[in-house]
């Protein structure tokens, strides 16, 4: 009988205590991703990077190549040439070497820069589009793809923002 009273009170304290909640934000996700890849500034973009990732591919290939180049030569010269005249030349290839590496380091930094510096421009010109989108439909929030596991088709505005977009550039 203990037992019921305990149950039956903790059911009742539930029950008064226990509220539903309902949302009436309006919900919706893009996949940004998509649409900088789809959106006609965002090709652009992208093209700039891709043409600035290939001039620094090209230049390295090239350093690379003397380097190569180099260590053939004196590989050629190690049975013919003095220990001296190889060591010599041997600390050579290692300084230039080196060299190679910091300006592949550079290469790689500045290129990171440029590419971080192109999407932050490309998201402050796409941010007043996808607000004023929220703002006349009356979204609330707004996820990227990558954050939603399962949504409802007609939540997706990724076409409709890449079509806005593209209306606007």
């Known amino acids: 009988m203990l037992n019921i009273k305990a149950i039956s009170k903790f059911v009742i304290i539930f029950f008064l205590f226990f509220t539903n909640s309902y949302s009436i934000e309006k919900v919706a996700f893009i996949n940004i991703d998509l649409v900088i890849k789809r959106s006609n500034i965002g090709i652009v973009m992208l093209k700039k ?6 001039q620094n591919i090209e230049k390295l290939k090239i350093k690379q190549s003397e380097l190569k180049d180099l260590e053939d030569e ?5 049975n013919i040439a003095s220990k001296d005249e190889i060591n010599k030349e041997l ?5 230039k070497i ?3 590496n910091e300006e592949k380091d550079i290469l790689v930094s500045e290129f990171k820069n440029f590419k971080k510096k192109e999407l932050d ?5 796409i941010n007043p589009i996808v607000q004023k989108y ?3 439909n ?3 929030l707004l996820f990227d793809s990558k954050n939603v596991y399962i949504g409802d088709k007609r939540s997706d505005l ?10 606007t550039f």
């Open 49 to 54: 990077i891709e043409t600035l990732n290939n």
């Open 74 to 78: 004196i590989k050629k010269k190690q």
């Open 91 to 95: 600390d050579t290839l290692k300084k």
């Open 98 to 100: 080196k060299q190679y």
């Open 121 to 125: 421009l490309i998201m402050d010109k």
């Open 134 to 136: 929220m703002k006349d």
């Open 138 to 140: 009356s979204i609330e």
């Open 158 to 167: 990724t076409e409709i923002i890449i079509n806005e977009i593209n209306a």
